[in-house]
């Protein structure tokens, strides 16, 4: 059996690589860059470059696939690129493909999760096995922040003190891998959670505790937060995408507190104060920030 895993260089994919090549599964990894994946060629790991907007490349790709996962960075034609892939999948013989979607999917007005609703209903239609995978936020896109933490103690974001179940990448990828190399999880969806749903004024007391030194959270008008990305070069789709996501963590809908991967992983959840602590110890983006 050889496994084709998608976003390979990326925090999911990566880390569901080396789960494995730790369990000793044959693996294909494919990139669209091979320049980024000069680690992974190292390891002896097969590579295949493909883009998933070119059929010819995927059907190359998963030649001799009997599972994939399936990821890829939010972007504004992920319906019609994933869906690319999975038909595919389809064209090649894959048995079973298991797709990291989002936490509500089908369930929000959020654009996110309407388009990966989509998309799993398409690989639903295939006639392939599926396992639907859905993380809330993810713990690593703190690292969004890590500048300004480090350099000036504070973080912003616009969604007040709401709490949301974040939950750690690697956790995530552990699941996928386990859904990949053992059987029954064939048509099952899985709500990924943290074990806890905390605010960012939480958060921050954490950022406080690991780096020894004062770290605040400042909640910002929706409004100006956009601004600010957008000046900063960021997609307008993108901020709006996400402005229709916070505005449903408001409503609380990203407090909710899954079992999932504790049933899966036979372990809890990595906590958000652990993840920190993990994070200022081996991250450079805070080498000086300690005092």
């Not at 609703?117 to 859905?134: D, F, K, N, V, Y």
């Given at each position: 059996?050889?496994?084709?895993v998608?976003?390979?260089?990326?925090?999911?994919g990566?880390?569901v690589?080396?789960?494995?090549?730790?369990?000793?599964?044959?693996l294909?990894?494919?990139?669209?860059?091979?320049?980024?994946?000069?680690?992974?060629?190292?390891?002896?790991?097969?590579?295949?470059?493909?883009?998933?907007?070119?059929?010819?490349?995927?059907?190359?790709?998963?030649?001799g696939?009997?599972k994939?996962?399936?990821?890829?960075?939010?972007?504004?034609?992920?319906?019609?690129?994933?869906?690319?892939?999975?038909?595919?999948?389809?064209?090649?013989?894959?048995?079973?493909?298991?797709?990291?979607?989002?936490?509500?999917?089908?369930?929000?007005?959020?654009v996110?999760?309407?388009?990966?609703?989509?998309?799993e209903?398409?690989?639903?239609?295939?006639?392939?096995?599926?396992?639907?995978?859905?993380?809330?936020?993810?713990?690593?896109?703190?690292?969004?922040f890590a500048?300004?933490?480090?350099?000036?103690?504070?973080?912003?974001?616009?969604?007040?003190?709401?709490?949301?179940?974040?939950?750690?990448?690697?956790?995530?990828?552990?699941?996928?891998?386990?859904?990949l190399?053992?059987?029954?999880?064939?048509?099952?969806?899985?709500?990924?959670?943290?074990?806890?749903?905390?605010?960012?004024?939480?958060?921050?007391?954490y950022?406080?505790?690991?780096?020894?030194r004062?770290v605040?959270?400042?909640?910002?008008?929706?409004?100006?937060?956009?601004?600010?990305?957008?000046?900063?070069?960021?997609?307008?789709?993108?901020?709006?995408?996400?402005?229709?996501l916070?505005?449903?963590?408001?409503?609380?809908?990203?407090?909710i507190?899954?079992m999932?991967?504790a049933?899966?992983l036979?372990?809890?959840?990595?906590?958000?104060?652990?993840?920190?602590?993990?994070?200022?110890?081996?991250?450079?983006?805070?080498?000086?920030?300690?005092?």
């Amino acid at each position: 059996m050889t496994i084709l895993v998608t976003g390979a260089t990326g925090n999911i994919g990566g880390e569901v690589v080396s789960h494995l090549v730790e369990k000793k599964v044959p693996l294909r990894a494919l990139v669209r860059d091979r320049a980024k994946a000069a680690n992974l060629a190292a390891q002896g790991i097969e590579l295949v470059q493909g883009d998933f907007s070119q059929s010819d490349s995927l059907d190359a790709a998963l030649q001799g696939i009997e599972k994939a996962f399936l990821v890829m960075p939010n972007d504004l034609h992920q319906v019609e690129l994933e869906c690319h892939f999975i038909d595919a999948a389809k064209r090649a013989g894959v048995r079973h493909l298991v797709k990291l979607s989002v936490l509500h999917a089908g369930e929000l007005p959020s654009v996110f999760q309407q388009w990966h609703r989509q998309i799993e209903q398409h690989l639903e239609a295939s006639g392939m096995a599926w396992t639907h995978l859905r993380p809330n936020m993810l713990m690593q896109n703190m690292r969004w922040f890590a500048q300004s933490i480090a350099q000036q103690g504070v973080f912003y974001h616009s969604v007040g003190d709401s709490k949301i179940s974040h939950v750690d990448a690697r956790d995530v990828a552990a699941v996928a891998a386990v859904c990949l190399n053992e059987p029954g999880h064939e048509h099952q969806t899985y709500d990924l959670t943290g074990a806890e749903a905390v605010s960012f004024n939480q958060v921050a007391e954490y950022f406080a505790k690991a780096l020894n030194r004062s770290v605040q959270y400042v909640n910002v008008i929706p409004a100006n937060f956009k601004a600010a990305r957008l000046a900063n070069g960021e997609p307008e789709w993108y901020l709006d995408a996400e402005a229709q996501l916070f505005d449903c963590w408001h409503a609380g809908a990203g407090s909710i507190i899954t079992m999932a991967i504790a049933h899966l992983l036979h372990r809890p959840p990595t906590t958000f104060a652990a993840f920190v602590q993990d994070y200022v110890r081996h991250s450079q983006d805070f080498s000086t920030a300690s005092t």
